[in-house]
Structure formats: structure tokens, C-alpha cells
């Protein structure tokens, strides 16, 4: 046989190797396949809004409610302190005259003074003292038949006012406050009688 057509056959007799072994190297590939792609969770935009409760009417003033609400409103005085008497049945409080509400400006319009507190050159000057029925729910006793006024505090305004959470009573009519200046480095306490409308002071420092 010629040697070109030996050469021939040979390369066609090597054809069906060549392929098997490209199959077989194919399988033994070790590259893992390319993973699925993930699925995409839906956006926290679309997921549905938590429901709201729904807003509470305010139920309308009767005629009665209205004119209370609109004479404390119109009132010339506001409660600062309010103390309940453990010893019986009836309720400090004091009170002082509203400062006027025309100082600031028209946009941002203010009270003159500050009345939160009284007693003082730099607050509403005077303290007034009332008592207030309280029922006892263990008797039901209602102690004082009406709101009674006891007395004003001070005679003349100073550098001290009240210290509305300073109200405690000693026993059944006496009670106890403190006066402080503005940054509470100076402090009085004075005693009240409610029974008489006495006010003594004890101590200063």
C-alpha cells in the first residue's frame, strides 16, 4: 500500500479515539455547575402598610361642660399646688392671679409674668390658700360642707416664692411649705394654720 494512503487510513482510524477521549475528560471535569440564580424576594415597598386605627371622634361639650370649661378658661386665677390632707377629709390649694398674656410679640405672644408659682417680685406676687372637700371612701365623710378661702401669703413679695412641690402636711391643720429663690441657693419654711390662716416662719438658710 502507498504510504500517503497508509497515512490516510491512519488518520481516519484515529478520529473515533480523539473523540472518545474528549468525552471522557468531559466527564471527569471536576468544575461544579454554575448554581441556579437566586429568586429575588419582593421589595419591603410592596408589601401591604399595617393597618391604623381608625381616629376617635371627640364627642361634643353639653351646654352645661361648656360654660365650665369656659369660665375656667376666662378665670382670673390659676391653681399652682394642690395637696390632699392624709389626716382628713379635705384638699389644699393654692392659687395666684393670671399674668397678663400681652407681652412677646403678635406672632409669639406670652404671659408678662411667670405665674406657675407665686410669692415673689419675679412671679405672681400672692399666694391664696383654699380648702376643698374631699368624701373619705372609707366613711364617707365629706368633712367641709364648701370650698372655704384660708388666707394670702406673703404680706409683701420678696426674692422667695413658693416651692409648689413643697406642700406637706404635719397633722390634721397644719401645713408646711418652702420658699426658694431662683436657683434655690436661699430657702425658707413657713407653717400655716387652717384653722386660723396663721402663717409663721420656722427657718431660713
Same mark, same amino acid.
Given at each position: 500500500?502507498?504510504?500517503?494512503?497508509?497515512?490516510?487510513?491512519?488518520?481516519?482510524?484515529?478520529?473515533?479515539?480523539?473523540?472518545?477521549?474528549?468525552?471522557?475528560?468531559?466527564?471527569?471535569?471536576?468544575?461544579?455547575?454554575?448554581?441556579?440564580?437566586?429568586?429575588?424576594?419582593?421589595?419591603?415597598?410592596?408589601?401591604?402598610?399595617?393597618?391604623?386605627?381608625?381616629?376617635?371622634?371627640?364627642?361634643?361639650?353639653?351646654?352645661?361642660?361648656?360654660?365650665?370649661?369656659?369660665?375656667?378658661?376666662? #378665670?382670673?386665677?390659676?391653681?399652682?399646688? +394642690?395637696?390632699?390632707?392624709?389626716?382628713?377629709?379635705?384638699?389644699?390649694?393654692?392659687?395666684?392671679?393670671?399674668?397678663?398674656?400681652?407681652?412677646?410679640?403678635?406672632?409669639?405672644?406670652?404671659?408678662?409674668?411667670?405665674?406657675?408659682?407665686?410669692?415673689?417680685?419675679?412671679?405672681?406676687?400672692?399666694?391664696?390658700?383654699?380648702?376643698?372637700?374631699?368624701?373619705?371612701?372609707?366613711?364617707?365623710?365629706?368633712?367641709?360642707?364648701?370650698?372655704?378661702?384660708?388666707?394670702?401669703?406673703?404680706?409683701?413679695?420678696?426674692?422667695? #416664692?413658693?416651692?409648689?412641690?413643697?406642700?406637706?402636711? +404635719?397633722?390634721?391643720?397644719?401645713?408646711?411649705?418652702? #420658699?426658694?429663690?431662683?436657683?434655690?441657693?436661699?430657702?425658707? +419654711?413657713?407653717?400655716?394654720?387652717?384653722?386660723?390662716?396663721? +402663717?409663721?416662719?420656722?427657718?431660713?438658710?
Amino acid at each position: 500500500m502507498p504510504m500517503s494512503t497508509l497515512a490516510r487510513a491512519s488518520r481516519w482510524a484515529l478520529l473515533p479515539l480523539l473523540a472518545l477521549a474528549a468525552c471522557t475528560s468531559a466527564a471527569r471535569d471536576p468544575t461544579p455547575p454554575a448554581p441556579p440564580a437566586p429568586s429575588v424576594a419582593p421589595l419591603l415597598a410592596d408589601a401591604a402598610e399595617p393597618s391604623r386605627p381608625a381616629a376617635t371622634p371627640v364627642p361634643p361639650v353639653a351646654a352645661g361642660a361648656l360654660n365650665l370649661v369656659r369660665a375656667f378658661i376666662d #378665670a382670673p386665677y390659676r391653681v399652682v399646688a +394642690v395637696a390632699r390632707n392624709p389626716y382628713a377629709p379635705y384638699t389644699l390649694i393654692v392659687a395666684n392671679e393670671r399674668a397678663a398674656p400681652s407681652c412677646g410679640s403678635e406672632t409669639e405672644p406670652a404671659r408678662c409674668a411667670p405665674d406657675d408659682t407665686c410669692g415673689s417680685r419675679h412671679t405672681a406676687p400672692t399666694c391664696f390658700f383654699f380648702v376643698e372637700p374631699t368624701t373619705d371612701p372609707a366613711t364617707g365623710d365629706a368633712g367641709e360642707a364648701a370650698t372655704r378661702y384660708v388666707t394670702r401669703w406673703p404680706d409683701t413679695p420678696g426674692e422667695n #416664692a413658693l416651692a409648689t412641690d413643697s406642700l406637706r402636711f +404635719v397633722d390634721e391643720r397644719t401645713v408646711e411649705f418652702r #420658699a426658694r429663690n431662683d436657683d434655690a441657693s436661699f430657702e425658707e +419654711v413657713w407653717w400655716l394654720d387652717l384653722v386660723t390662716g396663721a +402663717v409663721a416662719m420656722q427657718s431660713r438658710r
